[in-house]
């Protein structure tokens, strides 16, 4: 039975051999059907073990989450300050105040309630008095943004500049750049017959008094209590004799 055996597992073996292989005989065929035997069983098992793999390899992988950076929508604008081109990209939520100060380095316009309620942070937008933290920086591409940097600088200053420190309108300073800006284009305003709150027939164009600078310029807060003193100021630059503006009976022209 055994010799049987043997030759069973030779012919089997011989048959499995490669007929090129004229070397083989009975005992290494039979190891070569043994290892070819682990060799399948090898490959099963690595193919069973392959397949999941395999599968996963293939399978898209989930998309790993990105940079929280990169999840931030940012835009370019170009804007003109103070007569100077700057392009900047920036995120979309940035207020035009904090590009100011955050982003050229501006600090003269100054951030006080951040909720347009003080008028810190008066500017001029395309000729126009704005809170400047109020509006995005990117809703204004090509503007003209003019702070008190360009509106004056110490060694040359604007007329309404020199006014505030001829009647001590400043005190502790930090809402002086918004309440200029805003002078400033108080009186502009009033020339070019805007109407205010107060003008009593806007079919008719305003007159300066103390009640039309007062309503103009109700949106500055002042923490000193300056009030007095940058009403004189503004009469100064608007040309009224002694500083004395005129009340409600008593208007004129601007």
């Not at 035009?96 to 008066?122: F, S, V, W, Y």
């Not at 002042?222 to 009976?249: E, F, H, K, L």
């Amino acid at each position: 039975m055994d010799l049987d055996t043997d030759r069973s597992d030779a012919d089997i073996a011989s048959s499995l051999s490669p007929p090129d292989n004229p070397s083989c005989d009975a005992e290494s065929c039979a190891i070569s059907r043994r290892g070819l035997l682990i060799a399948g069983a090898g490959a099963s098992a690595a193919v069973a073990a392959g397949a999941p793999l395999e599968a996963a390899a293939q399978a898209p992988s989930p998309a790993s989450p990105k940079p929280q950076e990169n999840l931030v929508a940012t835009s370019r604008v170009t804007l003109s300050v103070n007569g100077q081109p700057h392009t900047l990209v920036v995120d979309n939520r940035t207020s035009l105040l904090d590009l100011l100060r955050e982003h050229l380095q501006l600090t003269g316009t100054k951030k006080g309630c951040d909720h347009g309620q003080c008028g810190a942070c008066t500017i001029h937008l395309d000729g126009r008095r704005v809170n400047a933290c109020l509006t995005l920086a990117v809703m204004h591409e090509g503007a003209k943004v003019v702070t008190i940097e360009g509106l004056g600088t110490p060694e040359k200053m604007h007329p309404m500049q020199t006014a505030f420190v001829r009647h001590d309108g400043y005190q502790c300073g930090y809402c002086t750049p918004g309440q200029i800006c805003s002078a400033v284009a108080v009186l502009d305003e009033i020339k070019a017959g805007v109407p205010s709150h107060v003008t009593p027939d806007i079919n008719v164009r305003p007159l300066l008094s103390i009640d039309e600078l007062r309503e103009r310029m109700s949106g500055n807060l002042c923490r000193c209590g300056a009030y007095s003193n940058i009403i004189d100021a503004m009469a100064d630059v608007a040309g009224i004799p002694g500083g004395s503006v005129p009340g409600t009976g008593d208007r004129r022209s601007a």
